[in-house]
């Protein structure tokens, strides 16, 4: 799954451990799967998520608990974000994006998920 350098951070530090994603820019992740964090199409995985939840909702009807898990303190941090990644002018409480939950996984597991890996 692709992320900025600096949310690889949050992730690999244990602040972040939810994404949202909009549904035109989102692959189909699936719960259940494990997938490479990277920051850019064919470099080194820098460890691993597996997906435990996914959910839809409108962009404004985030809470502070999901900010949280976004990785920032305020909803005004977590906008700027947003528009940052998807573009100036891109926050749009009404819009509906796909969240993913996840946990996250330093090192390639060698048991059945292994099939489950996947670089997207």
Not at 3 to 27: C, D, V
Not at 38 to 55: E, M, N
Not at 73 to 87: D, K, P, S
């Amino acid at each position: 799954m692709l992320f900025k350098k600096r949310h690889i951070e949050m992730i690999l530090a244990g602040r972040k451990t939810q994404t949202r994603r909009l549904p035109s820019k989102s692959a189909n992740y699936q719960v259940g799967r494990i997938y490479s964090i990277i920051d850019c199409w064919f470099t080194k995985a820098q460890g691993y998520i597996l997906i435990t939840r996914k959910f839809n909702q409108k962009l404004g009807e985030i809470s502070l608990e999901d900010v949280k898990k976004e990785g920032y303190n305020t909803l005004q941090e977590f906008c700027r974000a947003w528009e940052e990644v998807n573009g100036q002018g891109s926050w749009d409480p009404q819009q509906i994006v796909t969240a993913y939950e996840f946990e996250v996984l330093k090192e390639r597991l060698n048991r059945a998920f292994k099939g489950d890996l996947n670089h997207s």
